[in-house]
């Protein structure tokens, strides 16, 4: 079976064993790009749910990114590999709701509202505006939607999958969609990965930073195995009879 993981930094397990958030920022591995440092993909939550699951990973996650490229990426991967989505199951994590994909000359910028994303000069006054102009509520209604409708696209095609918050969450909507069991509470803001590892004591690799250390990452993959077996996502043949949770 194949574990097919997506997301941002979290899933791409940023700063978890190795400072480094991309591969790129390692003079040995900067030929890798914008993947997630090998270090730091040994010690994710993926990882640790691939090993739980027998499974074969492959790791789409980037740091930094938006829902958008999440999206496309899982597409791509999707029409690249049609003999194996049906021996593949997904998990996504979603990033925070404001952030775009930007092409450009040829080139992909993952931008949000931080304000300090780094963009070429002539997209540097459209920047400036996104930030500004930045509608919190637009922004989840239409996460909310565009990830309805590909959790839809995923669920015609057969491909089984499970998805959860990262930061962000849709307490707050008054629409809700029946999700089954392949998102993790979207409508709770107790639910998100984020809240969760915090309530169980883990703390970030250091103060200023959003990112959490293998320990974290090593719950959050049984914590995974756990919703899995639980809700039945997967055949009882494809979870080892020693994998006891």
Known sequence: MILYVNGDSHAAAAECVNSHAWALDDEVFWGLGQQPHPDNERASFGCELANWLYAVLYLDAQAGCSNARIMRTTREWIAANPDAVQDCFMVIQWTTWERQE??????????????????????????????????WHQCRQQ??????????????AGIRHVMFNGN????????????????IDPYNATKTYDFVLRQQGFVTVRPDSWHFGPEAHCFWGEYLLQYIKHHQLLGTNEIPANRHV
């Open 102 to 135: 930007w092409w450009h000359n040829g080139k992909d910028y993952q931008v949000n509202a931080s304000g300090i994303d780094h963009v070429p000069p002539e997209l540097q006054d459209r920047y400036r505006q996104f930030v500004l102009d930045i509608d």
């Open 143 to 156: 996460a909310h939607d565009e990830i309805w409708a590909f959790h839809n696209e995923l669920k015609q």
């Open 168 to 183: 962000n969450h849709f307490e707050d909507l008054s629409t809700h969609y029946d999700w089954g069991t392949s998102y």
